[in-house]
């Protein structure tokens, strides 16, 4: 009896023991070739819309609860959706130029998520730091999470990452020629 009893107490022990360690946070890789990044952004007279396509991804969990994540955006690959023929050519060249994204010499985009909170069932609150330019700066935006698909719609101040160009806040008497500051991101990941 005193045997069976010592056998059941460390059972117990070692149970909850193994019980209670930390479940493992599983990352799990996108799947770039079928993810979409598409931009917006907006200027006085209208907006441009495009793509940039994402090098490598992944997305940390805790059973099914989104824990974390980390992203490296082709700046190289910025393409414009809405123009043809030389206009698209030639926004694609502004855009990759000093000007704006520099891809010549800052080729990749990095967001690091640093905190992410639930806020009901698939939806979250993400913070992370986005890198442009090799200047990191933090951003907030809404991830939902469906199966091995998430969504996120991000805006992103490009005067906080020094792309000045045709700003409002930055140069006067700009009329029609001005730029907004914040531009869009429709991110649709597959993992």
Do not use: Q
Not at 1 to 14: E, P
Not at 156 to 173: C, H, L, M, P, W
Not at 176 to 183: A, G, H, L, S, V
């Amino acid at each position: 009896m005193k045997k069976g009893v010592f056998s059941l107490a460390l059972a117990l022990v070692f149970g909850v023991a193994t019980a209670t360690e930390p479940v493992a946070e599983e990352k799990k890789e996108v799947k770039t070739e079928t993810s979409t990044i598409t931009w917006k952004a907006y200027k006085v007279t209208g907006s441009h819309t495009g793509t940039v396509n994402l090098k490598s991804g992944t997305l940390a969990f805790d059973g099914d609860k989104l824990t974390g994540g980390e992203f490296v955006v082709d700046m190289t690959t910025l393409v414009a959706t809405d123009l043809e023929g030389e206009s698209k050519g030639k926004l694609e060249g502004h855009l990759k130029s000093e000007d704006f994204f520099s891809t010549e010499k800052n080729t990749e985009a990095t967001l690091v998520f640093t905190s992410v909170e639930a806020k009901g069932k698939n939806a979250y609150e993400v913070t992370g730091d986005l890198t442009i330019k090799g200047i990191t700066k933090p951003v907030t935006f809404d991830v939902s999470v469906y199966g091995s698909k998430a969504t996120a719609s991000v805006k992103v101040d490009r005067t906080a990452y020094d792309i000045k160009y045709g700003s409002g806040n930055f140069f006067e008497n700009l009329g029609d020629k001005t730029i907004y500051d914040e531009f869009d991101l429709v991110v649709d990941l597959e993992f």
